[in-house]
Structure formats: structure tokens, C-alpha cells
């Protein structure tokens, strides 16, 4: 039997999702490697702004060209906008996060937000943890406090980063939970249009007050050749391929299955930080990241 036919015969309500959320946190793990480097040249504000405008102009002109069509007629906009103000805040801490740590490091604390999504679930969604899942989640936990106590010793981690790191944590589990629910009324598409669209309103909005409407100071990242590949990167593959390969997943799994994927997230963004961005990697900081990562394991494994 071919290859082609061994898909064929695999259940394509399990192995789909699976796949679709295993590239969407291989993206995302590497979108810390490309936010890291535009935060050289743009502030986060004006970085994110052109991230999601670039990334709805392209959806924007999928929609226009008749290849995709989204109705959000007669649906919950209530839990649609919550949805896209969690995304807002979400972004808005993730990027500081980097800014005041680094990439391997928020790449690994960011693995806790399982942990999170778990607790969540289990209180808005009757999605209940095993006591396997309730002992192993203690890990996770003093793996980033090992990691941060490394990180605060080298100088790599500031007080506002820790903060950062912990709201992004928090916020990535709600965001998880309320992106399942919505799943029950909008499309793949339709939320991730949705969200990118709130976000590029939102940063956009911000980046002007933050430049005091100076549009030259808005528009002079763009000189640099740098800036401009890592936004085309971060709108085509880490926000509209990722957020429509993990919100299809998220409409096929529980928020604690789905969760396990962080780990991917974790891996990836630590391997862009060490081998690309050079940053160091020590035998303290080592095994918070392995505490963090079987923690996980054990927490989200069938």
C-alpha cells in the first residue's frame, strides 16, 4: 500500500487537526526568532500594527477575490469580540515579554499557558484534569521560577518582563478557552479574519499616539529591508497560517489535548534563540526548560 493510500485510510477527523496544530505552533515557536529582530528597528506598538495590517490586506483580498466567503450574520458577537480583545492583550504582552527577556526564554515560560488553559477549561467548559494532570502541573510551575531566578541572574531577565511573561500566560489560557466556544459558531476563517482585523485597528490606533501622528516616524521602518522581511513573515505564515491551521484544530479537539502543542511552540522558539539569536543557554536555564516541558508532557498526553 502507497503512502497516498495510508492517509487515505487514516481518520481524517484525528489526524487533520493534528497536523494543522502541530505546523501552527512550529510557526509560532519561530515567530519569536522574527519579532525579536523587527523590535531592532520598530517599538512593538508600530511592529504589530504592521504586522496585522499586512496580514488582513491579504485576507481581505482573499475574501474580495471570491476564493473565500465568511458570514458572521446571526452569529455571538459578544464571545466573537471577547475573542479579539484576548487576542489584542495577548499580542500586547507577548511582544513586550520578548522585549524585556528573550526569545528562548518567553518561548519557554509561555509553555505554563496550558497549565492555564487547563483551569480555565475545567471551570468555563466542564472539561475536567486527571489527578495525573493535577500533580504534574505543580512542574511546569517550578521550572519557570528556576528559569526566571537563571534569567534575573544574567542580566537577560527584567521585573516588567516577568510581569509581561505572566500576563501573556494568563491571557494565552483564556484566549484558548473562549477560541474553543467560539468554534461552535464561526469558521476557521472567520475568526481568525475577525481577530487580525480587531488587532491591526488596535495597534495601528496605538502606533500613531506612540509616533504623535508623525507619519514619517510611522513609516520609516520600512527602510529597512530587515524590518520588512520579518513582517511578511509574521502576517503571511505566523498570523494568518498559524491562526487558521490552530483555530480548524481547536473546533476538533479539548483544550486540553490541544494544549500539549505549546510544547512544540516552546522547542522551536528556544532552538531560533540559541542558533540564531545567539542567546545563551545554561545548565540552570536547561532544566527549567525540561521541568517545563515533561510537566507539560504529562499534563496533556492521552
Not at 483555530?247 to 489535548?257: E, T
Amino acid at each position: 500500500m502507497n503512502f497516498t493510500k495510508q492517509l487515505k485510510n487514516l481518520d481524517s477527523s484525528s489526524f487533520l487537526p493534528i497536523l494543522c496544530a502541530s505546523i501552527g505552533h512550529i510557526l509560532w515557536g519561530f515567530s519569536y526568532l522574527f519579532t525579536k529582530t523587527a523590535l531592532q528597528t520598530a517599538s512593538s506598538n508600530v511592529l504589530l500594527s504592521y504586522r496585522f495590517l499586512f496580514a488582513t490586506l491579504v485576507m481581505t483580498l482573499l475574501i474580495l477575490s471570491g476564493n473565500v466567503r465568511v458570514s458572521y450574520k446571526g452569529k455571538n458577537w459578544k464571545i466573537a469580540l471577547l475573542l479579539a480583545a484576548l487576542q489584542l492583550l495577548y499580542y500586547s504582552f507577548e511582544t513586550y515579554s520578548i522585549q524585556y527577556t528573550n526569545a528562548t526564554i518567553s518561548g519557554a515560560v509561555l509553555a505554563v499557558s496550558p497549565i492555564i488553559a487547563i483551569v480555565f477549561a475545567l471551570i468555563f467548559l466542564k472539561e475536567y484534569p486527571t489527578r495525573r494532570q493535577a500533580i504534574f502541573s505543580i512542574l511546569p510551575v517550578l521550572g519557570v521560577v528556576i528559569m526566571t531566578v537563571a534569567g534575573s541572574s544574567l542580566g537577560i531577565i527584567q521585573s516588567k518582563g516577568v510581569f509581561f511573561l505572566a500576563m501573556t500566560c494568563i491571557i494565552s489560557g483564556a484566549y484558548k478557552t473562549v477560541n474553543r466556544k467560539t468554534s461552535e459558531d464561526f469558521s476557521s476563517f472567520e475568526r481568525t479574519y475577525l481577530v487580525l482585523t480587531a488587532s491591526a485597528i488596535g495597534f495601528t490606533i496605538s502606533a500613531f499616539k506612540e509616533v504623535g501622528g508623525d507619519l514619517g516616524m510611522y513609516l520609516a521602518p520600512l527602510s529597512v529591508p530587515s524590518f520588512i522581511i520579518a513582517v511578511v513573515i509574521l502576517g503571511v505564515f505566523c498570523s494568518i497560517g498559524a491562526n487558521l491551521l490552530v483555530n480548524y484544530a481547536v473546533g476538533k479537539m479539548a483544550v486540553v489535548k490541544l494544549s500539549s502543542f505549546g510544547a512544540i511552540t516552546t522547542l522551536c522558539s528556544m532552538f531560533a534563540g540559541v542558533i540564531f539569536l545567539g542567546e545563551p543557554m545554561t545548565p540552570s536555564l536547561l532544566i527549567g526548560a525540561f521541568m517545563i516541558l515533561v510537566g507539560i508532557y504529562q499534563v496533556t498526553k492521552p
